[in-house]
């Protein structure tokens, strides 16, 4: 097995790539209800030969490999789509009011494709590769989910490696960029605010407790936070997205309902600030006669990249794609007279799966604004580039095999 060869074999079914993310971009469905969409791969992937065993509510795990003796690397591909109306001006767009506006299709078929390629080289494989196939991402429950039901074990999982297309970025179509060492994406946290006053008539206040009154100062207070209480290089977002109250204008309501988020690169800051919302809420409510109750719904930790995985992964990805066509971030860094950075904003919650086993994420640049890939992800216009599906069942595939070889 060669690089030369990986990437020949992978390009040769890229037509069958293109049909399988045609079909998946035409049916998106979000969350766990993954109705048409996990019977689709769970079927493609029988077809190759292997047998498929569903975890959790609706993922899917596959097993390549295991016929010599070796360790175990995960490879992850979300499933899952948006609540977004595509807008794309595409021939094979949405019409189900959900849309695959991140690229999850394109995560999945490239997936498959490394399923492919996996099994025609299944007696080379030294070690195991298990292929994770996940839902939920979206609201960041799939991926806790499946680890809860069994994903890490039998066979024990030794790494794992996730790839993330990227639309509008300034790189040729399938150009790899990996992850530095450290925190690459930020833990989110999704709260509910819940003020509880006394309704009354709006000419007669002093008869109730006003809990917008009470909401509204929570609101400011909740800036002391950020302006005040974290360090001039600490990164963190604060954001209260929804205030819900009230049904007439001249009657004060019994209760406002606030939904916020929460982003941050530092464990231990996620639970200061957890701390400080809850103290904020319960004393300013308090002081207007109030009360004031923070409940935290979904969300997830920091995504840690491993530093042994982040420089193999790049020394891989560099044989397969060459040198102009997959950079480190330290290597970016470098170039930009250190302008890049290895975090975005966006959460990710492969982010679990990083807290568990030695992890790397991948960034495949899928789109070049100058081309017409001008709009981001989860934008209903979104698009992304096609030409880079089996580049990235290659990556994929050779990373895994590389590793298992390497790390016997």
Not at 149 to 174: C, Q, R, W, Y
Request: aromatic share 6%; net charge negative; hydrophobic share 40%.
């Amino acid at each position: 097995m060669t690089a030369e060869q990986i990437m020949k074999e992978a390009k040769a079914f890229q037509e069958e790539l293109i049909a399988e993310r045609r079909y998946l971009h035409t049916h998106p469905e979000t969350g766990f209800d993954l109705t048409d969409t996990l019977p689709f791969v769970k079927k493609e992937l029988e077809k190759m030969g292997y047998e498929p065993k569903e975890c959790g509510k609706a993922g899917l795990v596959a097993l390549a490999g295991g016929k010599k003796p070796g360790k175990v690397f995960l490879l992850r591909a979300d499933m899952d789509a948006l609540p977004v109306k595509e807008e794309a001006e595409v021939d094979f767009a949405s019409t189900n009011g959900r849309m695959h506006a991140c690229g999850h299709d394109m995560h999945t078929t490239m997936l498959l494709g490394a399923a492919r390629l996996l099994k025609e080289h299944e007696d080379e494989l030294e070690g195991t590769v298990k292929l994770m196939f996940q839902p939920a991402e979206e609201i960041f429950e799939g991926s806790h989910d499946m680890i809860t039901s069994g994903l890490l074990e039998n066979p024990k999982v030794d790494a794992a490696l996730m790839i993330h297309v990227m639309t509008g970025m300034p790189f040729a179509p399938g150009t790899v960029v990996v992850s530095a060492p450290g925190v690459s994406a930020p833990a989110a946290d999704y709260f509910e605010i819940t003020v509880r006053g006394k309704g009354c008539h709006g000419s007669m206040p002093n008869t109730g407790v006003d809990p917008l009154n009470a909401a509204a100062h929570i609101l400011i207070a909740l800036q002391e936070i950020h302006a005040r209480e974290l360090a001039m290089d600490d990164r963190a977002v604060l954001t209260i997205g929804t205030m819900n109250a009230g049904t007439a204008p001249n009657v004060i309501p019994d209760t406002v309902v606030m939904g916020g988020s929460l982003r941050t690169f530092d464990e231990e800051m996620r639970s200061f600030i957890k701390e400080r919302l809850i103290q904020i809420t319960e004393g300013v409510a308090g002081a207007f006669r109030a009360e004031g109750e923070v409940t935290f719904g979904s969300g997830c930790p920091t995504l840690k990249n491993d530093r042994a995985l982040s420089d193999c992964t790049t020394k891989y990805v560099k044989e397969l794609l060459g040198e102009g066509r997959a950079f480190s971030v330290e290597q970016l860094n470098a170039m930009s007279g250190g302008t890049s950075s290895n975090k975005a904003a966006g959460s990710e919650d492969f982010a679990y799966v990083s807290q568990e086993v030695p992890s790397i994420m991948l960034a495949l640049a899928a789109g070049q604004p100058e081309k017409g890939y001008v709009y981001p992800q989860h934008h209903p216009m979104v698009r992304f580039d096609e030409e880079v599906l089996p580049g990235g069942s290659a990556v994929y595939a050779y990373t895994a095999m590389r590793w298992l070889s390497e790390h016997k």
